[in-house]
Structures are given as structure tokens and as C-alpha cells.
């Protein structure tokens, strides 16, 4: 009797069947339940924001905007996992923002918002300065990349940006307004430093393996290319067979245009 009870319990209440999962017939609803809603990334404020320098599309450990005739410099503190405002006309820091990971680089967008990757997770943040720079940046929303985000970029349309993930391997590509995914493109180790040409072409950088990654943004199916950077010993005192050795060792990887 006491085995047919236990039976009972496990198989839910003899004679009942099993419970029914309700499953939406609605093809918006199948795909609103695999494909939850990101976060808007949009501005909250309507006043004017510090804007960009021009030739600030590159991402850094220091990204500069101006407000009116005065200069910032927001500096990103990984050890601290903060970002500094720091007012470069006064020589002063004027507020410090946690963020939830150690900050790589920052990125400020045309209109002001700032992007910056979490390099010991697997997020990028957008924030947004307010009207008072000394106030803390407000956190907007957060977006998943591949293991250990790293570079940022932005293409000269801001119609794309670009995220590099070194332990990932990838690159990852969002629209540059809305922050929405579009792809992620997979990459050699260690892709670090990005930037993207006038044309849309993407230049990686990798700590390791020297190579440089090219990846054309406007080609969705297009694989990146690999661009070998080895270069032989030149040194007067080395000997002839290492001389003719390549060197693939590299622990640079900042690029310029």
C-alpha cells in the first residue's frame, strides 16, 4: 500500500495526466517569448550633450569631448572600475562613475552617449553624461558580446559599431544609433585594437600570432581577411639562420589611420 502511495505522488496524483504546457499559436508571440526585448540604448535627456571630437571614432582608455569652450577627458579606471570625468582646462577630476566591470576602452557616439567595454565580463555599456558634468554618468543599457570586449570603433557614418573581443576571438557589429546586434564575425586570438577605414573596412588588431584581421562591414557574408605582419631580425649581431627566421611574436597592437 505504502509503495502505491509513493507511486501515486511521483506520477502526479494517479489518474491524472501530465500537466500541459500552454504554447501561443500566435507566430508574434513564438517569437516575443525566443527573443526577449533588448533595453533601449536611446538618449533620456533633451539638453545638449558634450559632443565628439571629429576624430574621436576610435575607441581609447581616454575618450575627449568638448562642452562649449571647455575640454573632458572621461578615463577609464579599470583597477577602480570607474570612469573619471576630468575637467583638462581646470587641471581637476570632477566626478567618478562605477561601472559594473573593469572598463578597456571608451567610446563617445555623435550624440554624446558613451560606449565602453567591461573587458572581465562579456558586456559593453552605454551611458550618458547629463547636463551638469560633474554629475555621474547615467547608465542607458548594456549589450552581450563574446568573452572579454576589448576595442571599440565606430564607422565615419555612424551606421556601425565594432567590438572586438579578445578571449571571445570576434568581432561583433551593432547599428551605431540603436545599439541593436547585427552579426558577430569570428576572429584568430586576441583581436584587440579596431578601426574602421572611410570605405567601412574594419582593421583588427591581435595581441599574438602578428596579423592584423580585415573585415569589409558591408559584406554580411563576407569572411574576414588575414593580413600576415611577420618581419625577419635585422639586428647587426644576429646570426645568419636567425636571420631568416619571421618573427610572429607581438605584443603591440595599436593602430592608427
Not at 581616454?62 to 582646462?89: K, M, N, P
Not at 567610446?107 to 558634468?133: K, Q, Y
Request: aromatic share 2%; net charge neutral.
Amino acid at each position: 500500500m505504502r509503495r502505491m502511495v509513493i507511486s501515486c505522488l511521483v506520477m502526479a496524483a494517479c489518474g491524472r495526466g501530465a500537466p500541459t504546457l500552454s504554447i501561443p499559436k500566435n507566430p508574434a508571440q513564438v517569437a516575443a517569448v525566443a527573443e526577449p526585448r533588448l533595453a533601449s540604448c536611446a538618449r533620456r535627456t533633451t539638453g545638449p550633450l558634450p559632443e565628439r571630437l571629429s576624430s574621436g571614432r576610435q575607441g581609447s582608455a581616454v575618450a575627449l569631448a568638448q562642452l562649449g569652450e571647455h575640454l573632458l577627458a572621461y578615463v577609464a579606471d579599470a583597477d577602480d572600475r570607474s570612469i573619471h570625468t576630468v575637467a583638462i582646462d581646470e587641471h581637476r577630476e570632477l566626478v567618478r562613475t562605477r561601472v559594473d566591470g573593469a572598463p578597456r576602452q571608451l567610446l563617445v557616439l555623435g550624440d554624446g552617449r558613451i560606449v565602453v567595454t567591461l573587458s572581465d565580463g562579456s558586456t559593453i555599456e552605454v551611458l550618458e553624461p547629463g547636463a551638469d558634468p560633474a554629475a555621474p554618468l547615467a547608465p542607458l543599457c548594456s549589450r552581450e558580446v563574446p568573452a572579454e570586449p576589448w576595442g571599440l570603433a565606430i564607422s565615419p557614418d555612424d551606421s556601425k559599431l565594432v567590438v572586438t573581443s579578445s578571449w571571445g576571438s570576434a568581432l561583433t557589429v551593432f547599428d551605431g544609433s540603436t545599439l541593436a546586434p547585427k552579426r558577430v564575425v569570428p576572429l584568430p586570438r586576441e583581436p584587440r585594437a579596431v578601426l574602421v577605414d572611410d570605405d567601412g573596412i574594419a582593421f583588427v588588431s591581435h595581441l599574438i600570432g602578428a596579423r592584423m584581421s580585415v573585415v569589409d562591414l558591408a559584406k554580411t557574408d563576407a569572411e574576414p581577411i588575414s593580413v600576415d605582419l611577420s618581419v625577419h631580425k635585422a639586428s647587426p649581431r644576429s646570426q645568419v639562420k636567425d636571420m631568416l627566421a619571421l618573427r610572429t611574436g607581438s605584443q603591440g597592437y595599436a593602430l592608427a589611420k
